[in-house]
């Protein structure tokens, strides 16, 4: 291999280049750097996948989003939520929490698809510390099937051991 040419699969030789400029590439251990670019493009693209993680032995399946989207979403089900609060506006105190959950949209710029047409645009987050899901099922290691409390997902992306694009699990 000439001096020229680096491999992007590994981190050592896009370490100089990390300090200038976040790269993919360069994953705390325990990351995969392809999992992260999939996570990139859901926050900056607003790509969704459907996807399936190994997290400790049990399977989670479901519709990779981006961290804007997440906390969109989930203010909203905040404020569509049954909120049995002993307050004395119980209306007003949902739509104050529904924002509270909202405003952590702040953390993730807001995804714009039409960014993809631009060659240059890097994605938001080299390093992601977290990866969204909504529509999500457990399949446990038996392969007993449980599908969520709720619609939404977060996890820490190190815990994540493997993953496969696409569903898995009992009967798919």
């Known amino acids: 291999m000439s001096a020229e040419h680096k491999t992007p699969l590994s981190g050592e030789d896009h370490a100089a280049e990390s300090a200038e400029e976040p790269s993919i590439f360069v994953q705390p251990e325990g990351r995969d750097w392809f ?3 999939l996570i990139g493009l859901a926050d900056t693209y607003n790509i969704e996948q459907v996807i399936t993680l190994t997290v400790g032995g049990t399977l989670i399946t479901g519709r990779l989003i981006g961290g804007w989207r997440y906390f969109k979403e989930l203010g909203q089900l905040i404020l ?3 909120v049995a609060a002993k307050v004395d ?3 007003s105190f949902q739509a104050e929490l529904a924002e509270s959950y909202s405003q952590w949209t702040e953390v993730y710029p807001e995804p714009d698809p039409s960014k993809w047409a631009q060659k240059d645009q ?3 987050n080299p390093n992601p510390r977290y990866i969204h899901l909504r529509n999500v099922k457990f399949i446990t290691a038996d ?3 449980i599908s969520s ?3 939404l997902w977060r996890g820490k992306l190190a815990a994540v051991d493997g ?3 696409g569903e898995i699990g ?3």
Do not use: E, K, M, Y
């Open 35 to 37: 999992l992260a670019w």
């Open 80 to 82: 569509n939520a049954n």
């Open 89 to 91: 506006d119980p209306s």
């Open 122 to 124: 890097p994605i938001a």
């Open 143 to 145: 392969g007993v099937a």
């Open 149 to 151: 409390a709720g619609p």
């Open 163 to 165: 993953f496969s694009l």
């Open 170 to 172: 009992p009967g798919v």
